[in-house]
């Protein structure tokens, strides 16, 4: 873990050995360790257009099964919704779990970086005591300004991604659950250093051009009409 957490406080100084400036450094830091992942990202976010596509289209047939279906207790009737749902599926081509893995595997590779920076920055955090940054009177302490500006990356992180939802209510819900998100992460990392936040606002700040480009360059394929036919009968 020490070697780990060495990495990050080595690359932190040696950013601010170029810039001069430890609160740039970590600007610097958010932006390289966002390019880093982007290739995964990339896949991610290909895979998730698709997915999101195939879900609204399959979703009223999905409804319709259920509605003919209710609240059956017969396992021979589950059976039988069971089978007809992943009729559906293998027809149009769609796997619930299909962008499980990448998304896993980008969760696996952010997750032991944030926390790398995190205790990179708790251990330089005697140097960043008396380091400023813009307004930033101190790297090592909270900063109101800077936290809200970094609740703010992330509402707008929310904003950009296209819902995968047609009716209102389904929409109205994941925004729901998009707030309880923010207010979450807002409460957890309310305290947290500026050196810390400010390293994490810039990888959501250079997240937000990079996801408002792939979702206009990732186009989901077209649904054939043979499909979407089979589908429908097999709900009939």
């Known amino acids: 873990?020490?070697?780990?957490?060495?990495?990050?406080?080595?690359?932190?100084?040696?950013?601010?050995?170029?810039?001069n400036d430890y609160g740039l450094a970590l600007v610097l830091l958010g932006i390289i360790t966002k390019l880093i992942i982007l290739p995964l990202y990339v896949k991610q976010i290909q895979v998730s257009v698709e997915l999101s596509e195939k879900m609204k289209k399959i979703r009223p047939y999905l409804l319709k099964l259920q509605e003919k279906y209710g609240n059956t207790k017969d396992p021979q009737a589950m059976q039988e919704l069971y089978k007809k749902q992943m009729e559906l599926y293998q027809n149009l081509g769609f796997n619930p779990i299909g962008g499980c893995f990448?998304?896993?595997?980008?969760?696996?590779?952010?997750?032991?970086?944030?926390a790398g920076v995190f205790f990179a920055v708790k251990k330089e955090i005697s140097i960043l005591e008396n380091v400023?940054?813009?307004?930033?009177?101190?790297?090592?302490?909270?900063?109101?300004?800077?936290?809200?500006?970094?609740v703010l990356s992330m509402y707008l992180s929310f904003k950009v991604m296209p819902s995968s939802y047609d009716d209102e209510q389904s929409k109205?819900?994941?925004?729901?659950?998009?707030?309880?998100?923010?207010?979450m992460f807002s409460f957890l990392f309310f305290s947290f250093p500026s050196a810390f936040i400010l390293y994490w606002l810039a990888f959501n700040l250079t997240s937000i051009p990079i996801n408002i480009v792939?979702?206009?360059?990732?186009?989901p394929k077209e649904i054939s009409q043979e499909q979407?036919?089979?589908?429908?009968?097999i709900t009939e």
């Open 228 to 233: 979407l036919a089979k589908i429908s009968k």
């Open 172 to 183: 109205k819900q994941a925004e729901q659950i998009q707030i309880i998100m923010l207010l």
């Open 132 to 150: 400023s940054f813009l307004w930033i009177k101190s790297l090592a302490k909270p900063d109101m300004i800077l936290f809200l500006l970094y």
């Open 1 to 19: 873990m020490d070697f780990f957490i060495n990495i990050f406080s080595n690359l932190i100084n040696w950013l601010n050995s170029f810039v």
């Open 102 to 114: 990448t998304s896993i595997l980008l969760s696996f590779i952010q997750l032991p970086i944030l």
């Open 214 to 219: 792939l979702y206009k360059i990732f186009k």
